[in-house]
């Protein structure tokens, strides 16, 4: 629904302005991230906006590659750094296997 717009199966939930404010930054840059802030709920970086939650699990949106990538895991803490690279390595795989410019990607939010 998000990735359309507030739009799900033809039926309007959110209206266009609502997903708008929701994806747009609303809080101050992170000082480790100058690109990273959040919209109302959401983070925001760049073109691409969602959630990170408890043990390591996350949502992105990527409306300019027509792509929703959730990553489900429980993990209290990677016990080496080869942990780290998981996520990085499923959203490489997961972008070049899915990820297609969508033809009226909306421009990303400022």
Do not use: C
């Not at 100058?34 to 073109?47: D, I, M």
């Not at 390595?89 to 972008?95: D, G, I, L, P, R």
Request: charged fraction near 15%; avoid cysteine; aromatic fraction near 8%.
């Amino acid at each position: 629904m998000l990735l359309r717009g507030g739009e799900l199966d033809g039926k309007r939930y959110l209206s266009e302005a609502a997903v708008k404010q929701m994806t747009s930054r609303q809080t101050p840059p992170n000082p480790k991230d100058p690109n990273s802030s959040y919209g109302f709920g959401l983070a925001v970086n760049g073109a691409t906006f969602g959630h990170g939650g408890a043990y390591s699990t996350n949502i992105s949106v990527d409306p300019q590659l027509n792509l929703v990538l959730i990553f489900m895991v429980q993990n209290a803490g990677w016990r080496n750094d080869d942990g780290k690279k998981i996520q990085p390595a499923f959203t490489e795989a997961a972008v070049k296997t899915f990820g297609a410019p969508h033809p009226a990607a909306p421009a990303p939010a400022k």
